[in-house]
């Protein structure tokens, strides 16, 4: 027989909810209630209990605090939380404290009350079973499962709720890892039966993966290995969502140790790319996706240059228009597959947009090295002549392809670009105005100020005050 109490403020809904089950019919008894945490405690101390159904929301102790408690105290005692909530915290929470389930009081009804049970009861007999005391070794905490399926979501902060109606969750544990769930496989199931149920049974809001070689791990290693990798791993495998993918866990450490030690994180940084003649001749485009593809920068990395690309060549390799929609769209892209897509359309923007100025490739890949280095060395003094020697073109026809490509003269966007950087500074910094003049490259600073007001509508003073007072400072 299983010894259960309930622990809820609310003595209606204590009340309500033991008279809502037939206990018996599931092979529970319950010994004893409770107003609050504290009269929890003092009442396990005087009696023997098997399972402690606990409120969260309480006085004097909540419910969080008294399953760590009780785990730590009375280490046989199993928990199951009773809750109004059903956000994603909540439920992370609770497993990650102890819990081996949830219910969530305001949709529990008399129709699914035996359901609800029987899957707690179901639960509680694994944890207390020989599979489950056989889980972690209980002095290394080392996992005896060799497989397990993580499931991963699509979108964050995703309810668990679906999943524990999957068969291979309600046969096994359900750990939380970070914002994935990870079920170490105890009871026999089959891949292909497992994979068909997934099919069958899960939204595309979860990614399933397979991680193999996992027996013998320590437990809290394995979560810190899959926190740090499997989103990186999954953005460069993943191409398909209709069948689970597979990782071993062995390679999952080794995306984790070049995580720790920075490798790949510059590959997108590289002058090479920042050039971008992977844009217009195939063989670059090889070399550049087969690059990313062998050093894996991060998901973020590869976000965060998609996002420069957009801004920086708006206007220049891009239309209005263009920039919006690509950029528009880098939300939508998952993995490496999809960003393959995307700057592969990025390619082709840049390609019609030779075309339509009438520019050969050699042409067009001095102009944008002509842009990037005017961008890292506009604060000094720098000249039209100096700009068209570094790309090897005559200065004359220099300055005929550049006001065609840029759409302005050479000296209108050499201005515009140390006023961009003295905004920055004026926002960023307690630079002096005068100081800031002379570092974007004016002797002058009136004529700073003058220029300033000029192309912003309001002095370098004024324009720090408003974004001080905005809040844009940092």
């Known amino acids: 027989m299983i010894r259960a109490i309930v622990v809820d403020d609310e003595r209606l809904v204590r009340k309500g909810f033991i008279a809502l089950f037939d206990w018996a019919s599931f092979g529970i008894v319950i010994v004893g209630e409770a107003a609050d945490g504290k009269a929890a405690l003092e009442l396990l101390e005087q009696t023997e209990v098997d399972l402690l159904f606990t409120d969260i929301t309480m006085p004097r102790l909540s419910g969080f605090e008294l399953i760590s408690q009780v785990r730590q105290r009375y280490p046989r005692v199993r928990s199951v939380v009773l809750t109004c909530h059903h956000e994603f915290d909540y439920v992370q929470e609770a497993l990650r404290q102890g819990a081996i389930d949830y219910i969530v009081k305001t949709l529990l009804e008399p129709e699914s009350a035996d359901e609800v049970m029987s899957r707690i009861v179901a639960r509680l007999e694994w944890e207390i079973g020989s599979l489950g005391e056989r889980l972690l070794g209980a002095e290394e905490e080392k996992l ?47 891949r292909a039966e497992a994979n068909r149920e997934l099919a069958h049974s899960l939204s595309n809001r979860w990614q399933p993966v397979w991680i193999a070689g996992l027996c013998g791990q320590p437990l809290e290693e394995v979560k810190l290995v899959l926190a740090e990798s499997v989103e990186d791993e999954l953005f460069y495998k993943l191409r ?102 995307w700057l592969r359309r990025f390619s082709d923007h840049a390609q019609r947009r030779m075309m339509e100025l009438g520019f050969s490739k050699e042409v067009m890949l001095c102009l944008i090295r002509a842009i990037v280095y005017m961008r890292q060395h506009s604060s000094g003094k720098l000249s039209q ?29 050499i201005r515009r670009m140390r006023i961009e950087r003295a905004k920055t500074l004026l926002l960023e910094t307690d630079t002096p105005v005068y100081e800031i003049a002379f570092a974007i490259g004016f002797e002058d600073d009136k004529y700073f100020s003058k220029l300033f007001r000029e192309l912003v509508g309001r002095l370098p003073s004024e324009y720090r005050a408003d974004g001080a007072l905005n809040g844009t400072r940092l």
């Open 144 to 190: 005896q499962s060799l497989d397990a399926l993580l499931f991963y979501p699509r979108l964050r902060e995703e309810s668990s709720n679906e999943l524990l109606r999957l068969t291979i969750v309600k046969r096994n544990p359900l750990l939380a890892v970070k914002q994935m769930w990870l079920v170490p496989i105890m009871h026999a199931m089959s």
């Open 385 to 413: 002549a100096d700009v068209a020697d570094y790309v090897k073109m005559s200065r004359s026809y220099f300055s005929q392809c550049f006001a065609k490509f840029a759409g302005e003269p050479f000296g209108v966007m």
């Open 240 to 341: 398909s969502a209709d069948e689970p993918l597979e990782l071993r866990y062995d390679d999952l450490q080794a995306v984790g140790a070049r995580r720790l030690k920075g490798q790949g994180a510059g590959v997108l940084e590289a002058s090479e790319l920042l050039d971008l003649k992977w844009m217009l001749n195939a063989r670059d485009w090889e070399n550049f996706t087969g690059k990313i593809e062998q050093l894996r920068p991060s998901s973020g990395c590869v976000a965060a240059f998609g996002e420069r690309l957009c801004a920086e060549w708006r206007g220049l390799l891009l239309k209005e228009i263009e920039s919006l929609a690509m950029r528009s769209d880098i939300r939508r892209n998952q993995t490496w597959a999809d960003w393959r897509l």
